[in-house]
């Protein structure tokens, strides 16, 4: 592997204009495909095997209406009064519903307007109009998703706009379609970051050339991967929020890999290496421990399959392309950069920075002697704070937040509230129950009699029949919101308790399904398999750091410390979300549990970030204890000749991570938060503290091995400089004698 990263590495440096004319013609192929027929991506929940989804099955059988999406237009004098007292006010409905029943592919609505004008009793029995008058509601059928395009949200919200404008009523709308086809805002985390990553790199290179060519190789990366996901919408479902996510990951992990590349190529330049020779031997080293960290992230992200969440293993195939590459960028684009910048990469700089090129810093060799020598203090403080941070994590409750938790100036928690507030919090999330009456439609009415008197349940529409589909559905409205975890508790109720009596007897079958039930399975599926998944992902990060290290307890502590330094993400998450501990200060306006999917996609992610500073700390002390047999002497070395890097890394990626807490959508706004913590505690509680800590402690048994199993393991030579040709100078002899370059 490092033979051909070396060879590719120089092609790249010596030719810089054909590899980035490459990168280019790809890049104008799949921007131009993208933007000429690239697919609309949306957000699809089916989950095979799911109470919820064998509901929506049944009905999309029976071509039910009620399979489709909805929407809700949610109305209010702007004078404070009644529609039951304000003829203009009733009017203003009539004409919304007119306008709304006009719209391409709208199948249909509960004709609030036609409900209102037969008088305020038929309208408030209809559930047009809220038992005070105030809020007129109209709800809105569309078909299935599948036949729905962005174009559809779009004509809903123009005319809204529209309406709100000339009518004398509030006008508000929410629903199943923004949530399926609204787009998060994209640009201000991203920009954030990117500003961030300038400062930190200007501050840790001191060159503006050097800074320059890892945010390029990122931005250049970014776009590519961006660009490819309408593209890849063709082969799998791509939601609608993977490209936010996949541009946090990408952009972190793309600046960090670029940063160890031009650190290594800098250190390489200083020993008086030719500019095409350093950025070959960087791309051999610091090249192969990229692809060794990408690889891990890919692996890790692409594991996400095992929950059985279609969107979740779509959303992962989505991150990993988008890490990938970048991982390739980093091993092809950046070796060119580096051969066309030449010897200037080290100018436009400013301070002592600007000629640093590596090495131990005195600074750092003295925190790690301290570190060890009040090992057991620092050991058993780190992890009880650590383990402080994970305790919220007993109280972790996973489901998706609702519209409640939208800032005020989204139309969409407009209409929550005031729906909310007219016909109370459950009914933004009806429950659906799909009853298959084929064999038996004696059951229905005592169905619905029984949904109705559970204590959860606050109002049961009519059934509604399609006798020639022997499906029929009964819509209950909950006492709480789709994002309480009463709500769910409802949903498991009525599932456990209150239908099996009722159908044990019968022929008739019945599922709970709706966006509210579909949210609750998804995230009982994931707490399922989440155990699961940490273990693979366990045992997969002791194995190869086993073949790596040759060692049993260094895979054995990474594996614990990673734990930790998760679990003290996943409390924080908590803390701020669910406890709402400092949520206005990153502009959450109110407590929500913690999105199914994030604890297992974080652990991926996180999994393999943290491999990447495991490599790049522990490969500089390996080094040090096959030259010195001295182990804490190594520990320090280590710590003194990859802090700085390391610290710099994780800088970076918590500030782009941080940038993301700003948007408006709250699943982001965790994504966010949680990566950012725990970036934060494996750079510095865990990597500059426990790590020193914990190896000093164990002694030479860090580097025991059985001999029967370091025979049989596969070599991995993660330093990468092994069968590598000889060094070319730019004179006969290296500079200064400068000594071995810190390992990436």
Request: with cysteine; aromatic share 8%.
């Amino acid at each position: 592997m490092s033979a051909f990263l070396y060879r590719l590495g120089r092609f790249s440096a010596l030719h810089p204009w054909r590899m980035i004319g490459t990168w280019l013609l790809v890049a104008v192929v799949v921007i131009v495909a993208a933007s000429s027929f690239g697919k609309e991506l949306e957000d699809s929940f089916e989950v095979p095997g799911l109470d919820s989804q064998e509901a929506l099955d049944l009905l999309s059988s029976a071509n039910s209406d009620r399979a489709g999406l909805t929407a809700q237009v949610v109305m209010a004098p702007l004078d404070g009064s009644s529609f039951f007292d304000s003829p203009e006010a009733v009017a203003a409905v009539a004409a919304v519903q007119t306008a709304v029943e006009a719209l391409p592919n709208v199948i249909g609505t509960n004709q609030a307007g036609d409900a209102l004008a037969a008088g305020p009793q038929a309208a408030a029995a209809a559930g047009a109009v809220s038992p005070t008058g105030d809020i007129a509601l109209l709800r809105v059928q569309y078909p299935v998703i599948e036949e729905l395009t962005v174009e559809d949200l779009d004509n809903l919200k123009e005319l809204r706009e529209e309406l709100a404008a000339e009518l004398p009523i509030q006008v508000e709308t929410n629903g199943d379609l923004f949530f399926s086809f609204e787009e998060p805002e994209t640009g201000v985390g991203e920009m954030i970051g990117i500003v961030a990553a300038v400062i930190i790199l200007l501050i840790a290179f001191g060159s503006l050339i050097a800074m320059g060519l890892p945010i390029g190789m990122a931005l250049f990366g970014l776009a590519l991967g961006i660009s490819s996901m309408s593209l890849l919408a063709y082969l799998i479902d791509i939601p609608s929020w993977a490209p936010q996510m996949g541009s946090m990951i990408g952009l972190g992990v793309g600046i960090d890999y670029a940063l160890f590349l031009v650190t290594r190529h800098r250190e390489f330049l200083a020993r008086g290496m030719t500019v095409d020779e350093s950025a070959a031997r960087a791309n051999a080293t610091a090249g192969q421990a990229v692809i060794f960290a990408g690889g891990t992230v890919v692996i890790a992200i692409l594991g996400m399959a095992v929950a059985g969440i279609p969107f979740m293993t779509a959303a992962g195939v989505a991150t990993s392309v988008i890490v990938f590459i970048m991982v390739g960028a980093s091993v092809t684009l950046l070796p060119a950069f580096l051969g066309l910048a030449g010897h200037w990469i080290n100018r436009l700089g400013f301070g002592r920075a600007g000629t640093e090129t590596g090495g131990a810093s005195e600074r750092w060799k003295r925190w790690g002697a301290h570190v060890s020598r009040h090992a057991w203090a620092y050991m058993i403080g780190c992890i009880a704070l650590l383990l402080a941070l994970t305790a919220p994590v007993l109280d972790l409750q996973l489901g998706f937040p609702d519209e409640g938790t939208l800032p005020e100036t989204r139309t969409e928690r407009r209409a929550f509230d005031l729906v909310s507030d007219g016909f109370g919090p459950g009914i933004s999330g009806p429950l659906l129950v799909a009853v298959d009456i084929t064999d038996d439609a004696s059951v229905l009415e005592a169905l619905s009699a029984a949904v109705a008197a559970d204590p959860g349940i606050d109002a049961v529409a009519p059934p509604e029949i399609n006798a020639e589909a022997g499906v029929a559905t009964i819509v209950a409205f909950a006492t709480t919101s789709p994002q309480d975890s009463a709500t769910f508790d409802t949903v498991e109720r009525l599932r456990a308790d209150v239908l099996p009596p009722i159908l044990d007897d019968s022929a008739a079958s019945a599922h709970v399904g709706g966006q509210t039930a579909s949210f609750a399975d998804i995230g009982q599926r994931v707490n399922d398999r989440l155990p699961w998944f940490i273990l693979a992902v366990i045992v997969m990060s002791f194995l190869l750091l086993m073949v790596v290290f040759r060692s049993i307890l260094v895979p054995l502590k990474a594996a614990l410390l990673n734990l930790l330094s998760i679990g003290a993400a996943y409390g924080v998450l908590v803390m701020v979300f669910q406890w709402g501990w400092g949520a206005g200060l990153i502009g959450l306006e109110g407590t929500v549990p913690i999105v199914s999917f994030i604890p297992m996609f974080m652990f991926a992610v996180l999994f393999g970030l943290s491999m990447d500073y495991e490599v790049f700390l522990l490969s500089r002390v390996r080094e040090e204890y096959l030259v010195t047999g001295d182990n804490d002497a190594s520990v320090i070395q280590g710590i003194a000749s990859t802090a700085r890097v390391i610290t710099s890394a994780a800088l970076i990626m918590i500030s782009v991570f941080l940038g993301f807490v700003l948007g408006d959508d709250p699943t982001i706004k965790m994504m966010g938060l949680g990566l950012a913590t725990a970036i934060f505690v494996d750079a510095t509680i865990v990597r500059i503290v426990l790590v020193p800590a914990s190896m000093k402690l164990m002694g030479d048994a860090n580097w025991w091995i059985p001999g029967w199993l370091d025979r049989i393991l596969p070599t991995i030579d993660i330093d990468g400089e092994a069968g590598l040709p000889e060094a070319q100078y730019e004179s006969t002899q290296p500079v200064d004698g400068a000594p071995a370059p810190a390992l990436v």
